[in-house]
């Protein structure tokens, strides 16, 4: 039986030497309210007799008062489910009430929809899930009417925002070519999912879009719109109000995470790079622009918590300086031995399937690591995630793929090869792991 790898163990043991912190674990606060108290029909699934968190409950009575909401919380905080229970509640009472949900790409909103899916199954209903892809599938299985008439009749209708954009476009030259026109005049209930993955630009159109669809729905559009974390809830309330003509509510929530252990990995060798870095700013004391840098050599403290800055300014102005010793392959092949999932990122594509080749190379075709990204089939992602459901695959190496809305399980550590220019990113990579409570602890490696 696998156990679970400690970092801290594991750096010492092979010789690094690392700055280390702890993150303590967050937990939402619960309501007295359980799924099955909203929705009867929840009773036949899992999460039936759980409680809702205090902010699930206040969105979905937000929604039910009739407001236009912003939904602000962390990453395994539930938000797909606040929306989707006043989402169920109305089409209970209504059955011509229909909503449109928007993720950014659909293959990486595959957890959302299946839990969609099977929220929908006990209500004995479909969710259709539509983008170029799909649309080409159901055409040629049965036909453009055939796929027209699905849509006229569906309540729930999951996209992304390129998909919506081209099919309005079309919407506006000639309404009978948009495939979704049926929608668009009855939507009643709007909702942007992960905001924040969006540029601004994006977010330019997809608040335009909204502002469309409000002025073509025969109905008085409801907005819910779900972030993980954006600095200006409160603007994006007031432009949802100005549009539709609902108040609008910032609702905030707490995500579920375990205690978070976080490593930055510096080298093996840094005792010795720090005596050699001594030497050349001895050698060149007469040159003014390296006089700050001997404060931060002082000690050997002061130079391991900014090892990688002080090597940077010096080999940026001519010096030779020696290189940290860092093999990030021994490391991770240490992660096969645990008992969860690690997830690796990469800034590039590139790097990701040079990485996992060369662990390949070194450890056998056969080590459970595997890389995710766009350019490698969908079927072939989908059977990726399910081996490390299932325990068949421990390390995952992605370049940006599983940092957005893929939920693969019991995920423990997440290992950054270099970090992104995006703060966002790193808030959604960091998002992955630490969301269920028999992990105990998670870990963040960091690799500069």
Known sequence: MS???????????????????????VEPEYSDITFSDVIEEFSLLDIGFKRLFKHQYEAYEELMQGRNIVLVSGTGSGKTEAWFLYFAKMLKSDAGFRALALYPTLAL??????????????????VLQLDSTKKNEYIKLIGKQGLLSKISTSNLVVTNPAFLLHDMKKYFVRKESALLSSIYYEISLLVIDELDFYSPRS???????VYLLSAISEKTLQVAVLSAGIANPEDL???????????????RGKPFRVENRVYVVLGKNLYEVWNIVK???????????????????SDFETFKSNAYYVLSVLEGLGFEVPT?????????AEYF????????????????EEFVRSIKTKY??????????????????????????????????????????????????VVHLGLPDDVREIYQREGRKGRRPELEFSETIIIP
């Open 3 to 25: 156990e679970r790898v400690s970092s801290d163990r594991l750096l010492k043991s092979k010789g690094y030497s690392f700055i280390e912190y702890i993150e303590p674990g």
């Open 109 to 126: 909103a595959n957890d959302q929809i299946k839990r969609l899916a099977r929220y929908m199954s006990a209500l004995k209903r479909e």
């Open 203 to 209: 977010l330019a159109l997809l608040l335009a879009m």
């Open 237 to 251: 309330c007031n432009y949802l109000e100005s549009v539709t003509r609902r108040k609008c509510t910032v609702v």
């Open 279 to 297: 030497n050349v700013l001895a050698t060149g004391a007469m040159r003014s622009e390296l006089a700050y840098l001997s404060k931060l050599v």
């Open 324 to 332: 940290l010793g860092l093999d990030p392959a021994e490391l991770i």
């Open 337 to 352: 031995k645990d008992k969860y999932v690690t997830l690796v990122f990469t800034r590039s594509i590139n790097t990701a």
């Open 364 to 413: 056998g075709s056969d080590a459970p690591i595997a890389s995710h990204h766009h350019l490698i089939s969908k079927k072939l992602r989908e059977e990726i995630e399910e081996g490390a459901r299932s325990g068949r695959l421990k390390v995952i190496v992605s370049p940006r793929t599983l940092s957005q809305g893929i939920d693969i399980g019991l995920v423990s550590r």
